[in-house]
């Protein structure tokens, strides 16, 4: 019902996520975190070795470790993606997914800012 009410929606939802992708990369640039380009997804990869050791001494699951500790710590849930390898490579990467509402994306800036701001290795 939706799509024949409206049915050019679907070619709106890049620009979409696109903005909220962006915003969430302007509130984190400068900051210690390092963001890859991102394109085609409603996730962004959050590189967090600019806070820990380097990646080859971060041992397995670093980035299940870092998520509880963005959750704990920031009230910030993310997604670890060494539980999707069978034998995942030390890496400091998690993901954050923008497909939320402005403003919990606002917070979630601040929160991450914090984080850095205070996180010890």
Same mark, same amino acid.
């Given at each position: ?40 997804? +409603? ?22 470790? +870092? ?25 400091? +990467? ?28």
């Amino acid at each position: 019902m939706y799509l024949q009410e409206k049915p050019q929606v679907w070619s709106e939802l890049s620009g979409f996520f696109q903005a909220k992708r962006d915003l969430l990369r302007r509130g984190l640039a400068g900051s210690a975190f390092r963001l890859p380009p991102a394109q085609g997804t +409603f996730f962004q990869l959050l590189d967090f070795s600019g806070l820990t050791a380097p990646p080859a001494q971060l041992g397995p699951q670093a980035d299940v470790r +870092f998520a509880e500790r963005l959750l704990l710590e920031a009230g910030v849930a993310s997604i670890p993606l060494s539980p999707f390898y069978v034998a995942p490579p030390p890496m400091p +990467f998690v993901r954050l997914c923008v497909a939320k509402r402005d403003d919990t994306l606002a917070q979630a800036v601040i929160r991450l800012l914090e984080f850095a701001g205070n996180a010890q290795p």
